[in-house]
């Protein structure tokens, strides 16, 4: 693999290039692994609008294969990455959220980026609405095909498991104790791969399987 010049490369508009002796230092990731992120996010960032941002579309492209529709479940995943809200993903930003899904990033990040995910309209809890709406558009990412009544049930399923108050809504704390009870649910936030950086290719959020959906039991 080529060097990688953090240091010397001159920061242009809109972009925010970092030393990896920073990234390494706020991740679990090593300077080495931070330097092949940054070969993976030049491809991403170039591959329909060539500025070395990652956009919406580039997002879309690389982890749903499609890069037009629109889908509430990516925009919540692309959101979740452009932390500063300005509409495209800068590196810095690209390797901090990746970090979650280190195998040595602590589970109960893991855990905290997937309630952040579902609280749709951040009020800090998971309500029957947010978490229908999440299981829709994650299904419509997926090959999978439930019929309505199997997504109601799974729903059910979930609220009686989670929502242990009683109240309707998951809060955060409720949120724990079920991700601790259905470990599952964590199986996506996990990639072996980002251990050794062999193989360069983006993070998949889309479950294969109905087993992992919620953390259900196949």
């Known amino acids: ?37 940054y070969d993976l996010y030049k491809r991403l960032s170039s591959s329909i609008i060539k500025d070395g941002l990652i956009h919406k579309e580039e997002f879309q ?21 452009d932390a500063k809200r ?9 390797v901090r959220l990746l970090s979650v899904f280190h195998p040595r990033a602590p589970e109960s990040d893991k855990t905290a980026f997937l309630f952040r ?6 009020t800090g809890y998971i309500d029957r609405e947010e978490l229908k ?4 558009a994650l299904l ?27 109240d309707g809504k998951i809060d955060e704390e409720e949120w724990r104790e079920f991700v601790k009870n259905n470990p599952s649910v964590l199986k996506n936030m996990t990639l072996p791969y980002l251990q050794d950086l062999t193989t360069l290719t983006f993070p998949t959020f889309v479950p294969n399987n109905e087993a992992e959906i919620i953390g259900r039991n196949s």
């Open 1 to 37: 693999m080529g060097c990688f010049c953090f240091k010397k490369v001159k920061n242009k508009p809109g972009h925010n290039y970092k030393d990896p002796l920073i990234l390494a230092s706020e991740t679990p990731f090593t300077v080495h692994e931070v330097k092949a992120l």
């Open 61 to 81: 492209l690389a982890v749903f294969r499609n890069s037009s529709n629109q889908n509430l479940f990516a925009d919540r995943v692309f959101d979740s990455f």
């Open 86 to 94: 300005n509409g495209v993903i800068e590196f810095g930003e690209f």
């Open 117 to 122: 995910l579902y609280d749709l309209r951040q």
């Open 133 to 136: 709406e999440m299981l829709l």
């Open 140 to 166: 419509g990412e997926s090959d999978l095909s439930l019929s309505n009544d199997m997504v109601e049930m799974i729903l059910e399923e979930t609220m009686v498991k989670a929502d242990s108050k009683g």
